[in-house]
C-alpha cells in the first residue's frame, strides 16, 4: 500500500470517528427533541463514512483493487433540520453545538478535497470527491441552522436590527 494513501485514509477515518462522537455527545446533552434527532443522524452519517473508509483500508491492506459501495452513503435529506419546530428558547448549548458542527464539516471538506487532489488510487479519489459533496450537505444544513438559532437567540437577547 502507498504509505501516502495510508496516512490519508487513517486521518479520513480518525476525523469520521471525532464527528460522531462530537454529534452522539451534542444529541446527548441538548434538550430539543429535533435537535436531538439531527445530530443523531449527523453521526449516523459519519459512522457510515467510516465504515466505507474502513473497508477501503482493508482491500488496500490486503494489496486487492478497491470496490466502493457509495449507495451506502446518502445525501443528506433536505429540511432533516426542523426549523419551525427549533424556534423558541435556544439553548447555549444548540448554538454552539451547531457552530462547532460548521467548523468540523468545513475542515473536513478541505481535507477530502485535498485528499482527492493528493490521491494516487482512483477509486479512492471518487470516494473523496463524493465525501467533499456529502459534507458540503451537511454544512449546508448546519449553516441554516446556525442562521436560525442565531436569529432567535438574538430576539431573545432584546437585539434589535434597527
Not at 21 to 36: C, G, H, I, S
Not at 124 to 131: E, G, I, P, R, T
Request: charged share 25%; glycine share 4%.
Amino acid at each position: 500500500m502507498d504509505e501516502k494513501e495510508y496516512v490519508i485514509l487513517k486521518t479520513a477515518i480518525l476525523n469520521e470517528l471525532e464527528g460522531e462522537t462530537f454529534y452522539r455527545l451534542a444529541a446527548d446533552n441538548v434538550k430539543n427533541p429535533d435537535m436531538r434527532e439531527a445530530f443523531l443522524y449527523l453521526a449516523k452519517e459519519e459512522e457510515n463514512h467510516q465504515q466505507i473508509l474502513n473497508n477501503m483500508m482493508e482491500q488496500m491492506t490486503a494489496g486487492k483493487d478497491i470496490s466502493l459501495e457509495f449507495s451506502k452513503l446518502e445525501a443528506v435529506s433536505p429540511g432533516i433540520f426542523k426549523l419551525p419546530a427549533a424556534a423558541g428558547n435556544v439553548d447555549n448549548l444548540e448554538i454552539s453545538a451547531v457552530s462547532t458542527g460548521i467548523l468540523m464539516e468545513k475542515a473536513s471538506v478541505d481535507y477530502y478535497r485535498q485528499a482527492a487532489l493528493t490521491s494516487v488510487n482512483v477509486n479512492a479519489k471518487n470516494l473523496y470527491q463524493n465525501l467533499v459533496q456529502w459534507e458540503m450537505d451537511h454544512l449546508d444544513e448546519l449553516e441554516k441552522m446556525y442562521d436560525f438559532l442565531r436569529d432567535n437567540w438574538f430576539e431573545q437577547q432584546g437585539f434589535s436590527s434597527s
